[in-house]
């Protein structure tokens, strides 16, 4: 069955501090990956995306995450929080071709001055 | 501005009472689709449309009408609301299945009383 699998409901870090957050996936076929962050009150806006090729991708406000297909994970990276990193953060997959996309559970992101 | 417009933001409304949460997008995309958000479970598709007049059952259609007459316009009919769709509604868009990024609305919040 395809799923995607997000262990961390909620996760705080201290501002400066590094973050990763965690992305598993089940999906047949080749996945295209991406991560959103949704802000209080708002819709969700694309991080990054993962389709082929490199498998450390850069994203905005200066998020990286790393595709491994021997572990089926798309974690997601940042060096140095910032408070306004403030978030919740959903993780996904699609495939080329057709228009299902399933979305992780979600991680909330808590940022400690 | 590329958008999705989603209205209206916040409603309640009582079991029964017909309703329709209108979303609008001006960038030309073949697909939307309608999800709900609700805690702990992430998001979950309800419908989805290929293109004009083609549209498709997603996870969690039970209760829900849709209908694409209109390249840009997506509504979503509750034509006998009940309390267990009382939930945080998201209409998204995108070029079309062999494209990735998902654009997506602000967001419904709806109470069913």
């Known amino acids: 069955a395809q799923s995607v699998t997000q262990p961390d409901i909620h996760i705080t870090v201290s501002e400066g501090a590094s973050l990763e957050l965690r992305c598993n996936y089940s999906?047949?076929?080749?996945?295209?990956l991406f991560w959103y962050v949704q802000s209080p009150g708002q819709g969700l806006q694309l991080l990054l995306k993962?389709?082929?090729?490199?498998?450390l991708v850069q994203g905005i406000k200066g998020f990286e995450a790393e595709f491994k297909r021997s572990q089926s994970s798309f974690n997601l990276r940042k060096p140095s929080v910032h408070w306004s990193d403030a978030a919740e953060y959903f993780c996904?997959?699609?495939?080329?071709?057709?228009?299902?996309?399933?979305f992780g559970t979600g991680t909330r992101l808590k940022v400690l001055a | 501005e590329a958008q999705v417009t989603q209205n209206p933001r916040y409603l309640i409304t009582v079991t029964g009472k017909k309703l329709t949460v209108t979303c609008s997008q001006n960038m030309n995309h073949e697909y939307m689709s309608w999800y709900r958000q609700d805690p702990g479970l992430g998001l979950r598709q309800i419908y989805y449309s290929m293109n004009v007049e083609a549209t498709d059952k997603g996870d969690v259609p039970e209760g829900y009408k849709v209908s694409r007459k209109e390249k840009r316009n997506f509504p979503l009919i509750l034509e006998s609301p009940s309390p267990n769709q009382t939930s945080l509604y998201f209409c998204?868009?995108?070029?079309?299945?062999?494209?990735?990024?998902?654009?997506f609305g602000e967001g419904s919040r709806l109470t069913v009383l």
């Open positions: 999906y047949g076929a080749t996945p295209y």
């Open positions: 993962y389709f082929s090729g490199d498998t």
């Open positions: 998204a868009s995108r070029r079309g299945p062999n494209t990735g990024e998902l654009f």
């Open positions: 996904a997959v699609g495939a080329l071709g057709t228009y299902k996309y399933i």
